[in-house]
């Protein structure tokens, strides 16, 4: 492991220590040391690393940031509940400035809940959704479409299992920008337990709203969530932003 100099206030060094000993912060770049903490007299103008020559790792117990993340989903809400609840609602989203949305979502119930559906800006109209399905079970595969559903189906709690608490699973990347239709593709599991997986479905989506900007996202079944059920919602953003969670208790 190369061994490099430390630079102190307030300590003279040889001028022999400032050849090429900076390899550790970047090819010759010098951090400003001001007190305890790396700065500079202006701020926003020091970069680590350059579009050509990247750093590798960075190790840190604490990252602030104030500005943009690009070029990731970034983790914008999770709720995990701690007591049953009729629905999950996450509002104070703005799909036109997110863009894309990944879904992510652990469900556990006591009774069979037929489909966990997802309602936009709270819409449970009929006319608004379409549905594609491609489910597998077992050997077999089956296909259908549907255009007179209330919402964007996510997935399902069968009540026919021997458990007491029923769990599925789910993700979906929807589309969200407003000028288009809302599209999504949706993998989902469930009747599934132990070693057991029941049946594994590929959901196309789509709420036919081109107008409106997305700002709540409503998670709902025929009954009621466990604790332990867990979404989390992923933004295609390059801005990370405080969002609000609204729990409907039962």
């Known amino acids: 492991m190369s061994t490099y100099t430390s630079f102190i206030k307030l300590t003279t060094i040889s001028a022999d220590d400032m050849n090429n000993n900076f390899n550790h912060c970047f090819a010759g770049d010098w951090l400003p040391l001001s007190g305890a903490t790396l700065t500079t007299d202006t701020t926003e103008t020091l970069d680590m690393g350059s579009q050509t020559d990247a750093w590798n790792t960075l190790y840190c117990n604490n990252l602030n940031i104030d500005g943009e993340i690009t070029k990731a989903f970034n983790l914008i809400a999770e709720v995990t509940l701690s007591a049953t609840a009729s629905a999950i609602e996450f509002d104070g989203l703005n799909g036109d400035k997110d863009e894309v949305y990944l879904i992510v979502g ?30 597998a079970q077992s050997s077999a595969a089956s296909a259908f479409r549907d255009t007179s559903f209330n919402g964007m189906s996510m997935t399902y709690i069968d009540g026919g299992l021997t458990t007491t608490s029923k769990n599925a699973f789910f993700s979906v990347v929807l589309y969200s920008k407003a000028g288009n239709e809302r599209l999504g593709i949706v993998e989902s599991q469930y009747r599934s337990e132990g070693t057991f997986v029941g049946d594994t479905t590929l959901i196309g989506v789509i709420w036919n709203n081109t107008a409106s900007t997305v700002t709540t996202l409503k998670f709902s079944g025929s009954a ?23 729990i409907t208790e039962t």
């Open 106 to 135: 652990r469900i556990k119930a006591t009774t069979g809940m037929a489909t966990v559906s997802l309602f936009i800006n709270e819409d449970s109209n009929t006319s608004n959704y379409g549905r594609q399905y491609l489910t």
């Open 224 to 246: 009621s969530f466990e604790a332990d059920t867990n979404i989390q919602i992923w933004a295609k953003t390059t801005t990370i932003t405080a969002r609000s969670i609204t």
